[in-house]
Nanobody
């Protein structure tokens, strides 16, 4: 399984970006997909998750109401729509896939995921 994250860039405070996580040649429906991010000098943190089978979603408190995760109709990509961005959102964003069906206490743990994309840089200027 190879994942590719894309859509990062430079945006001003208050702006929006849409990140995409794509898999090579197969559907992501079978997998739980989670976006993580890592800022310089900080640990990797879970941002948002869309669970396999039922599509249940999780969000970090810091992004609730601003970010939305979704699967596209063709099921080949998972998007993260990010609105009202601030400098605190600056980080490298990674998508990860796993066959787990995580719960609230586990969705943001990097060790439950089997596959990772290469990351895409998001920079928010103040």
């Amino acid at each position: 399984v190879q994942l590719q994250a894309s859509g990062g860039g430079l945006v001003q405070t208050g702006g929006s970006l849409r990140l995409s996580c794509a898999a090579s040649g197969f559907s992501l429906d079978y997998y739980t997909i989670t976006w993580f991010r890592q800022a310089p000098g900080k640990e990797r943190e879970g941002v948002s998750c869309i669970r396999r089978s039922d599509g249940y979603t999780y969000y970090a408190n810091s992004v609730k109401g601003r970010f939305t995760i979704s699967r596209d109709n063709a099921r080949y990509t998972v998007s993260l729509h990010m609105n009202n961005l601030g400098p605190e959102d600056t980080a490298v964003y990674y998508c990860a896939a796993g066959v787990v069906r995580p719960i609230q206490s586990s969705w943001a743990r990097p060790d439950v995921y089997d596959y990772w994309g290469q990351g895409t840089q998001v920079t928010v200027s103040s």
